[in-house]
C-alpha cells in the first residue's frame, strides 16, 4: 500500500489554488484581525516554536530571498527610514530596542564590547565621515587579538582581565602619546597610523586618565594607590555638603528598593547576629552599666524627634494584626 505524504498534497494544493486563497485573504480581513487579537498568545508560541525547529531553514530562506530582492529591500528600507524620521515614537522605541540589545550583548560577549569601544574612538577621533562604515580592523595595522594581548600587558597593579572587560568599569583605553598632539584627517595619513599603533596603546584607571589628560606622562609620574586616596579624601572633606544631599536625594527617590534590601540582609544575618550576642555578652552588660545615663539621654531625644513616626508605625502594625486575628476567628 502506498502511504499517504501529506505535506506534499498541501504544497501542491497551495501552488494550484494561490488566486483563491488572495480572494479569501482580502474579503475576510477582519475576521482574521478579530481572531489574531483574541489569540494573540497562542500565536506567539507556535511562532517561537516554529522558529525554533526551522532556524537553519529561515536563514537559507531569507539569504536566497535577499539575493534575488536586493534593491526591493533597498527601496523598502529607504522608505522605512523616512517614515520613522518623521515619527518621534517609532524613533524613540528603535532606540530603546538597540540600547537594550546592545546592553545585552556586551554582557555576555566580551569581543562585542572591545570592538565597540574601539570603533567609536575611531570615530571620534576622525572628522564626520570619514570612518564611512569600515570596519575598526580594516583601518589599523593589527588585529583583535593582537590587541588583546597588547591590553593584557599594560594592565595596572590588582587589575584582572574581567574587571576590564565588564561593563561600568574604571578601566580605559589611553594613547601613551594623546590624539590631540597629532594632525590628521583621514585614516590614510601617517599620523593617524602612528596614533592608533600597538605601542600607543595603555590601560589606564579612569581617575589617572583624568589626571593625565592630553599629557606625555612616564611611569613614574603615574596615580598611586595612596596619591588617590589622600585625594578622596581632600575631594570629600571640601564637598561634605554635596555629598549628603545627594545621598539625601538618592534615599528619598529608592527608599523602597533600599528597605527591601535592607530587610533581605536582616533575615540573612539574624544567625550570625545572635552568635554575636552570645559572644559578647558580658562585654554589652558592662557596657551598658558604665554608660547608662548616656544611652537614656539618647532614647529620650530618639523618641522626642520620632513620636509622630513611632505613632503611625504602630497604628498600622495594629490594624494588619487585627485583620489577621479576624480571619482567624471567622475560621
Known sequence: ???????????????????????????????????????????????????????????????????????KDKEYQVEYNENVKNNTELLERRRAFRRKYQKKKRTSDPRYAISCRISCSISQSLRKGAKNGVHWEELVDFTYDELVNRLKATLPKGCIWEDFVKVGTDLQIDHIRPIASFTFSSPEDLEFKKCWALDNLQILTKWANNKKSHKILTKEQEMDKEERKEYNKAYRQRNKEEIKEKKKEYCQRNREKINSLARERYRENKGKRKDRYQRNKKESREYHQKNKERINEYQKMYYQENKERMKEQRKKYYQENNKKRDKILII
Request: glycine content about 0%.
Open 1 to 71: 500500500m502506498l502511504l499517504f505524504d501529506k505535506k506534499a498534497y498541501n504544497k501542491a494544493y497551495q501552488q494550484k489554488n494561490k488566486e483563491k486563497a488572495k480572494e479569501y485573504r482580502q474579503k475576510n480581513k477582519e475576521k482574521a484581525k478579530e481572531y489574531r487579537q483574541k489569540n494573540k498568545e497562542k500565536a506567539k508560541a507556535y511562532n517561537k516554536a516554529y522558529q525554533q525547529k526551522n532556524k537553519e531553514k529561515k536563514k537559507e530562506y531569507n539569504k536566497e530571498y535577499h539575493q534575488k530582492n536586493k534593491e
